[in-house]
């Protein structure tokens, strides 16, 4: 089930306090860049993180963003612990920007 604008903008404002994101549609989804680089997106209206060395031990499940998808990502899930989001959002943008 493809994600809403309406509803990429409700996860956008919780992420506000985090920094600066930007989306890109793309597919009925939205890719998800922080400070230009690309950490995830919004599928099937989840929030998914790529998967960094830096994160393997953050707890969280991993889960297909699509059918065809050859990779899983982090599914954050819960929005209670921003501290704990802006650590894995921030080391996946480390990690990736290498």
Do not use: W
Not at 23 to 44: A, D, S
């Amino acid at each position: 089930m493809a994600t809403s604008k309406e509803e990429m903008n409700q996860i956008l404002e919780k992420l506000e306090p985090i920094g600066d994101f930007t989306v890109h549609p793309m597919m009925g989804e939205f890719l998800l860049y922080y400070n230009g680089i690309l950490v995830g997106g919004v599928y099937n209206k989840r929030l998914l993180i790529k998967k960094s060395d830096s994160n393997e031990n953050c707890g969280l499940s991993e889960e297909i963003p699509y059918n065809t998808a050859k990779r899983t990502m982090y599914h954050i899930a819960n929005f209670d612990n921003l501290e704990q989001i802006q650590t894995i959002i921030t080391n996946a943008y480390n990690d990736l920007k290498k």
